[in-house]
């Protein structure tokens, strides 16, 4: 299966039935709370490229590694493979920006879609770009004396959910859900399953409501 026809699937069967098939495959927690979005109407979905966020220390900074550094160390260079999640942990200041505008249109053109654990900035500026974003919600002060990016292309926790790099990511208004890769069909499939049985449920529930009662 491609990605872009994934990307189809998953966006129509939506977040509840994905988690719903992704819980008879895996007992761990899969589910991301709701977030914000600079356009709710876009679903994300794709491979997770992470970075991690840590408390920032003066010590620690290193010439060179800046958020450029970390962003193409994520996803594999300056010709990233298209259909990419970016995915930002909070680093313990999930309310502080992680990120902007102009740091984030380095994915313009890339279809690298953004999940942060934080807030994100100029969401006008965001709600432009070719890839869906969604974030703990829209910030105005920089965040850069808060956290800085420590560290790329390694396992992250994203609202007490496990998010390794290669994982599938997907997001809608009603939230998301994590699936590792080797899960991916086997999930969609049940998720196929799921639709077609609620379908069948709810029209026998209106066939069940119009008769007279006896």
Same mark, same amino acid.
């Given at each position: 299966?491609?990605?872009? =026809?994934? #990307? #189809? ?23 991301? %709370?709701?977030?914000?979005? %600079? ?48 995915? *930002? ?12 505008? =102009?740091?984030?249109? &380095?994915?313009? $053109? ?8 934080? &807030?994100? &900035? ?52 009603? $939230? ?7 899960? *991916? ?9 799921? =639709? ?14 119009? &008769?007279?009662?006896?």
């Amino acid at each position: 299966m491609k990605d872009e =026809t994934l #990307a #189809a699937k998953t966006a129509r069967l939506g977040c509840a039935t994905l988690v719903d098939a992704i819980g008879q495959v895996h007992s761990h927690r899969v589910p991301i %709370p709701s977030m914000a979005s %600079p356009d709710p109407s876009r679903t994300l979905f794709g491979r997770a490229a992470t970075i991690s966020f840590m408390p920032y220390r003066e010590d620690l900074v290193e010439p060179g590694r800046d958020f450029a550094y970390f962003f193409y160390g994520a996803l594999g260079g300056r010709a990233p493979t298209p259909g990419q999640v970016l995915v *930002l942990s909070s680093g313990g200041y999930p309310d502080v920006s992680h990120g902007g505008g =102009t740091k984030l249109s &380095r994915g313009d $053109g890339h279809g690298a879609g953004v999940l942060a654990d934080g &807030r994100l &900035r100029d969401f006008d500026q965001l709600r432009g770009y070719s890839f869906a974003t969604w974030c703990r919600g829209e910030a105005v002060p920089r965040g850069g004396d808060a956290v800085m990016p420590h560290d790329f292309g390694i396992t992250v926790e994203i609202s007490g959910v496990c998010v390794n790099p290669g994982d599938y990511v997907y997001m809608d208004n009603a $939230g998301g859900v994590v699936i590792p890769s080797a899960s *991916l069909r086997r999930v969609i499939d049940i998720a196929e399953e799921v =639709t077609a049985e609620e379908a069948v449920a709810a029209k026998n529930i209106r066939v069940e409501a119009t &008769r007279p009662d006896k």
